[in-house]
């Protein structure tokens, strides 16, 4: 199991929680996943050999959040 943690803007709500959480979740290989609205932060566990990091992002933009990216370097 792989574990990130990826920064997203514009979650404020339990709202916005439960959606960000349900559409990750419905990935299949994703063992589990947490979201702080504190943080602005979705930490996921997932087998990375089947789901590529970058499925996990389009499933928090498709729900209208912003995957917050940071430079390299």
Partial sequence: MNSRIINVAGMSCDHCK????R???ALKGVGSVEVSLADNTVRVEFE???LPLEAIEQAI???GYEVVR???G
Avoid: C, F, K, L
């Fill in 18 to 21: 439960m959606a960000v959480t």
């Fill in 23 to 25: 559409a990750v979740s």
């Fill in 48 to 50: 990375e050999d089947g």
């Fill in 61 to 63: 933009e498709s729900q």
């Fill in 70 to 72: 940071r430079a390299a």
